[in-house]
Antibody
Framework: QVQLVESGGGLVKPGGSLRLSCAAS????????MSWIRQAPGKGLEWVSY????????YYAESVKGRFTISRDNAKNSLYLQMNSLRAEDTAVYYC??????????????WGRGTLVTVSS | EIVLTQSPGTLSLSPGERATLSCRAS???????LVWYQQKPGQAPRLLMY???SRATGIPDRFSGSGSGTDFTLTISRLEPEDFAVYYC????????FGGGTKVEIK
């Protein structure tokens, strides 16, 4: 079954750290760029970061640059997001998503159900 | 930096009616990289349209997309009960960016 399952969310204090994981199944994980996208409660979608299939290339939104680190383990079919120096405004549901692209299109075609991160004292 | 503005913020319609959702970019973008998603409460977004006008796998043909340059439109020809949801446009230009969303609610 083609799916993405996130885990690792929870309650953390401001300034704390958390590591999210995303387990992929049903497709050749290493063939795809992968991404994290978040959604604050009652708000819209915000792209956070994405990483190439090999893990050698990665990009971050300005709002998380220097605090978050994306990585992947293709042997384990897993994507990760290490979140440090967390702030209240990082509170959101974090989605793992697969990217499909070529010269003619670019989109998120498979999404996990998300994991909730709450940053509060 | 490109900004995507979706309008209206909320669209109140009845089942069977036609829905027209707008996504406007602050500068010209490639239609190849304009995407639409549907999100229902408590669920992850679902890919609807890519390349501005290509339906994703399994998306019914009552959904259609159009546009170019800075103005893009998602049209639902006849609303079904399951179509009431929030719709987001997204573009890719150096990095992905989402619009603020349009909620289609039952009138």
């Amino acid at each position: 079954q083609v799916q993405l399952v996130e885990s690792g969310g929870g309650l953390v204090k401001p300034g704390g750290s958390l590591r999210l994981s995303c387990a992929a199944s049903g497709f050749t994980f290493s063939d795809y760029y992968m991404s994290w996208i978040r959604q604050a409660p009652g708000k819209g979608l915000e792209w956070v970061s994405y990483i190439s299939g090999s893990g050698s290339t990665f990009y971050y939104a300005e709002s998380v640059k220097g605090r978050f680190t994306i990585s992947r383990d293709n042997a384990k079919n897993s994507l990760y997001l290490q979140m440090n120096s967390l702030r209240a405004e990082d509170t959101a549901v974090y989605y793992c998503a697969r990217i499909s692209y070529n010269w003619n299109y670019w989109y998120f075609d498979l999404w996990g159900r998300g994991t909730l991160v709450t940053v509060s004292s | 930096e490109i900004v995507l503005t979706q309008s209206p913020g909320t669209l109140s319609l009845s089942p069977g009616e036609r829905a027209t959702l707008s996504c406007r970019a602050s500068q010209i973008i490639s239609s190849s990289y304009l995407v639409w998603y549907q999100q229902k409460p408590g669920q992850a977004p679902r890919l609807l349209m890519y390349g501005a006008s290509s339906r994703a796998t399994g998306i019914p043909d009552r959904f259609s997309g159009s546009g170019s340059g800075t103005d893009f439109t998602l049209t639902i020809s006849r609303l079904e009960p399951e179509d009431f949801a929030v719709y987001y446009c997204q573009q890719y230009h150096r990095s992905p960016l989402f619009g603020g969303g349009t909620k289609v609610e039952i009138k």
